[in-house]
């Protein structure tokens, strides 16, 4: 057949095509229209809003927004708007400017945040001048300042000048300022926020970490309640449950570093979970921010891209939580139908969807015109970007005309209506600008319904001159909400009655699970190649080709985290890793980098527990039918941890993807499983870690590790062929290049991996201690290199494509991945990712495409199968036996090679500082709760309780508790740490000869770890 005829069909099917008519584009209507032609809507309430100078249309303005909270634009002022339409400014912003407005529940107060003097600062940096909370009294305008610029840095992390801030020779300060943000007033009396002013740096992107707190109504009794927030924390929003909802930056390990999820938190800290997940797959992911609960019940959450948009995107809306008895989220398969499509914009006449996985049970899209995702809003007259004209890279005219524009900050009303911002036109460009630029004016959304053009807005102001946003009805939350004031939820007792095993005032928490087997950790949520619905055209079944040149799969970087092919018989233990938060020295001694890992985290081992349990031989099963996997630990309270699943051998089968924390006294073991978001769950309860005769593990004394069976010093049975053990070292593990790594690859690898005697043994050279001077790296030794950042493909062996793709460090490390990583299995001696060296092509000439084979037999060179390349597992274990035997080189031992995959799976830490600020740095401050007295109103106090932990110790010195008012025959002033006895482990008491009585008084406890770390409590109270 010839050439031209075998086109012919496809011709005859591009003519058809072509013939089809193609139904236009209805055009949107663009002009909401004045909130008073509406008869059925009703403004009869004052408005505070935010009102920010434009500067035209044709330069940008700066907002707030996740990928720069803590910058904007000078000049913002606070507005109150009457429902004639009159106005006054409440706060001149001037050279600063107002943010993140609340209503008091009394609607009598407006809470707000304010940028003193935005001079100097940057969207990077934010200012030098910080930001702090304000209320104001709407009718007195009488003000109350709630915070200060005080920052509460590790102490034993840095040589500080006095005061933090000013530079001092040879002292660690801080340029920036303390930017006390996002004030959400909780019943009670209490205010959530959010704060940098632990000064510590995310791991991530973002400048200062922000981490939730909670404060009197005063400014008293500040508590971080966040210790989970190593990526970030934004605008808590209390919802009628009492719960707050709140932005979390979700990017542990080498997840992107702008998914921003949804969770809720009870205001103590305790019960904190997902709302919305961070795992809106693709190559530019959105964040959910800007958040509100309708009169209705439901939860209303802004999507958006970052940096790009100021902050608008699009609306979602969804229950607050799932019906009783069915699983709140869809499944990890995002096609799946119970993730619903959302729209967000059109493309032509076709709406623009997307479907996320593990959707929250109900949601659906409110503003269906605004765009969510990354570019400029859509045109209103429907028309598209065409493509070039065919046969030439010439466009074809570019379509013009009014955009839609995009919404942001939403904001319950009455009645359940919905105020929020919306610019037309493009909105988008980020620090530059799209003409026109953005021009936001507040509009009303009608009874909660969806939209699909913003002519169905109602506007109650725009003004050109200005971008008006932050709106906030000021009225009292019963006529949003029908009640006085949200649930108000209790505060955890801490007072023993919980678990034998944390007896009243301790440090610690509980945490478990029912189930490891129960799981939906794997990618897109559909194992692929089991069934005909779901094919594996490469064979990798979404878990990741080994160095493909085409885009990475979501694995590892978006949602699931697998590694390697396995099956439940795989799992044998998991790993529990302490996160220690970074301490920012951005000037003075030991300022910058210092240390490497894959993900820049510190992270440490708090345990390795064992979940095969056995009776007579025989593994007792859990309600599902499945072998009981369930644990329960006890670990340290008020510390950022994950899970890593691991197998016999350590390794890591699967990691969680976000921080977990437990407070003092909490016990969190209701999952129902691992990551089972869809299924319903296994009760706790129900498996044998609940039983009395269950052994909890204690990892607040000591550190349990897997190891084989030789090393065993726990006397029990582990796995069913009794081949593995378990040993506890004394405190926290953590592996690291230059103590634990250079001295394996020195004593077993070095004298056959060296260039000193012509080409290295595998063209791997691991004695190179001079630092490399590359373009990606100029602080680390060769050897480091070679194994753990050559991605670049620099040195020895070359891949197929250009470089060795991520998550490939090098040729030889997969990051977080020892089953999949060449290391691993030369030093094991196999193959150790589930799959076989007969599953993919590999070359036999390392880097030459040309020499591809599988299974003995030639593969064709082509972009397919060089795609599709693997690594074999060849020749012998290393070190070689011979060389062993002939004493070149000592063998390794059963813990050098777990020390590998340890190193491996925690990301290839290096220390940079070896002076005590890099990796081995004690950055963890010491967990410290206060018992007794609670902060606020208690009765006739019998005693002082106090609970207070370290990973690597405290420092007995360093403990002080001191009260204004006389205690017990001590004087006001007077330390009574000395008088303290032990209650516990880590528990200290102080019995009262007398029952105190005071109608305030203000107890101040400190205590400080060897490092120098010092945790404080101030806590304000009555008695009477």
Aim: overall charge neutral.
């Amino acid at each position: 057949m010839s050439r031209l005829a075998a086109l012919l069909p496809l011709a005859a099917l591009a003519s058809a095509a072509i013939a089809q008519p193609v139904a236009a584009p209805r055009p949107l209507d663009i002009s909401p229209k004045p909130v008073a032609t509406d008869p059925a809507v009703r403004i009869d309430y004052d408005i505070v809003y935010v009102r920010m100078p434009r500067k035209g249309d044709a330069v940008g303005t700066s907002w707030a927004e996740i990928a720069n909270p803590t910058y904007t634009d000078p000049g913002a002022d606070l507005m109150l708007l009457h429902p004639d339409g009159t106005e006054e400014v409440l706060v001149p912003g001037g050279k600063g400017a107002v943010t993140d407005p609340v209503i008091s529940f009394d609607g009598e107060w407006v809470y707000y945040a304010l940028f003193h003097d935005l001079a100097g600062g940057s969207h990077t940096q934010g200012p030098p001048a910080g930001a702090d909370i304000y209320k104001l009294h709407l009718k007195t305008r009488e003000s109350r300042r709630l915070t200060t610029q005080t920052f509460t840095p590790n102490l034993g992390a840095g040589a500080w000048s006095k005061d933090f801030r000013t530079a001092e020779p040879a002292k660690n300060s801080i340029p920036y300022g303390v930017f006390n943000l996002g004030p959400c007033p909780l019943p009670g009396g209490k205010v959530m926020f959010t704060s940098n002013r632990n000064a510590f740096k995310p791991p991530k992107r973002l400048p200062h970490l922000m981490q939730l707190f909670v404060m009197d109504d005063d400014g008293t009794n500040v508590e971080c309640v966040g210790h989970l927030n190593l990526g970030g924390a934004l605008h808590p929003t209390v919802l009628q449950d009492g719960r707050v909802m709140f932005s979390s930056l979700e990017s542990q390990g080498l997840r992107h570093s702008i998914l921003w999820g949804l969770w809720t938190i009870h205001p103590d800290g305790t019960n904190w979970g997902p709302m919305v997940s961070a795992f809106n797959p693709g190559p530019n992911p959105t964040a959910y921010h800007f958040q509100t609960q309708l009169s209705d019940g439901r939860v209303v959450a802004e999507e958006y891209y970052n940096q790009t948009s100021n902050g608008f995107g699009s609306l979602v809306v969804f229950p607050p939580g799932p019906p009783a008895g069915q699983p709140p989220f869809g499944p990890g398969y995002a096609d799946d139908p119970r993730n619903p499509a959302l729209q967000h914009g059109r493309e032509g006449a076709t709406p623009r969807t997307r479907r996320l996985p593990f959707s929250p049970v109900g949601i659906a899209s409110l503003t269906r015109f605004a765009r969510a995702d990354e570019g400029p809003a859509d045109f209103a007259s429907g028309a598209m970007a065409p493509a070039p004209i065919p046969g030439t890279i010439r466009p074809r005219q570019q379509p013009t005309g009014p955009r839609v524009g995009k919404v942001t900050h939403p904001s319950a009303a009455p009645k359940n209506h919905l105020l929020l911002a919306w610019s037309p036109g493009p909105v988008n460009g980020g620090y530059t600008v799209h003409v026109p630029a953005v021009d936001s004016g507040i509009y009303l959304l009608k009874d909660g319904k969806a939209i699909d053009e913003p002519g169905r807005l109602l506007k109650i102001k725009d003004d050109p001159r200005y971008n008006e946003h932050w709106p906030r009805a000021v009225v009292p939350y019963s006529a949003v909400h029908g009640v006085k004031e949200p649930a108000r939820l209790p505060t955890l007792a801490n007072d023993g009655k919980l678990s034998k095993h944390l007896p009243a005032g301790t440090p610690f928490g509980l945490v478990g699970t029912s189930s490891l087997l129960k799981r939906e950790s794997y990618p897109n949520g559909v194992v692929k190649g089991v069934t005909a619905a779901a094919p594996d055209a490469t064979g990798y079944a979404d878990l990741g080709a080994f160095n493909s040149a085409e885009l990475p799969s979501g694995n590892w970087f978006n949602q699931g985290a697998d590694a390697g092919r396995y099956s439940n018989a795989d799992v044998h233990a998991v790993r529990i890793l302490m996160m220690e938060p970074m301490t920012d020295r951005p000037v003075g001694p030991a300022s910058g980098r210092t240390f490497r890992s894959h993900a820049t985290e510190r992270l440490r081992i708090l345990g390795e527990i064992p979940v095969r349990k056995f009776t007579d031989g025989k593994e007792p099963l859990d309600p599902d039918g499945n072998p009981d996997t369930s644990f329960l630990a006890r670990i340290p309270a008020d510390v950022g941890f994950t899970f890593q699943t691991i197998d016999r051998h350590g390794m890591v089968l699967n990691m969680a993807q976000t921080w977990h924390q437990v407070r003092p006294g909490e016990i969190r073991n209701d999952c129902g499983g691992c990551h089972a978001h869809s299924q319903k769950p296994t009760l706790f309860e129900t498996t044998a870690a609940a039983r009395p005769d269950y052994d909890v593990f204690d990892l607040t004394r000591g550190t349990p590790l897997v190891t084989t069976r030789a090393n065993d010093s726990s006397g029990k049975r582990w796995d069913d062929k009794a081949e593995t053990g378990l040993k506890t070292a004394a405190g926290v593990v953590d592996v690291e290049y230059f103590r634990d790594i250079k001295p394996i690859l020195d004593r077993s690898c070095a004298a056959c991996h060296t260039s000193k005697a012509g080409k290295a043994a595998g063209n791997l050279v691991l004695d190179d201690a001079r630092t490399v001077n590359l373009p990606d790296c100029d602080d680390v030794p060769g050897t480091y290199y070679r194994l753990a950042m050559d991605g670049a493909a620099r040195f020895g062996h070359k891949p197929l494509t250009e470089s060795w793709r991520l998550p490939n460090a090098s040729r030889y490390v997969r990051m977080f991945q020892s089953r999949r990583s060449l290391l691993a299995w030369k030093v094991f001696g196999r193959r150790l990712d589930g799959w076989s060296n007969d599953d993919f092509p590999t070359e036999t000439e390392p880097g030459n495409a040309r020499t591809l084979s599988l299974k003995g037999e030639p593969v064709t060179n082509t972009v397919a199968n060089r795609n599709r390349a693997d690594l074999d597992y060849v020749g012998s274990v290393m070190p070689p036996p011979d060389a062993v035997k002939a004493g070149k080189v000592k063998g390794l031992t059963d813990e050098d090679r777990l020390t590998l995959v340890r190193w491996i799976d925690l990301g290839c830490p290096i220390d940079l500082d070896r002076k005590g600020r890099g990796w081995l740095a004690d950055d963890q401050r010491p967990t410290l709760t206060v018992a007794q007295p609670r902060a606020g109103a208690n009765p006739p106090l019998t005693r002082l309780l106090i609970g207070a932990h370290d990973t690597v110790g405290l420092d007995a010195t360093g403990f002080t508790v001191t009260a204004d008012v006389a205690i017990d025959g001590s004087a006001a002033g007077t330390n009574l740490a000395p008088r303290f006895r032990p209650a516990g482990p880590g528990v200290w008491e102080l019995p009262l000869a007398a029952p105190l009585t005071t109608p305030r008084a203000v107890l101040t406890v400190a205590v400080r770890d060897r490092a120098g770390n010092v945790t404080r409590a101030e806590r304000v109270f009555s008695a009477q």
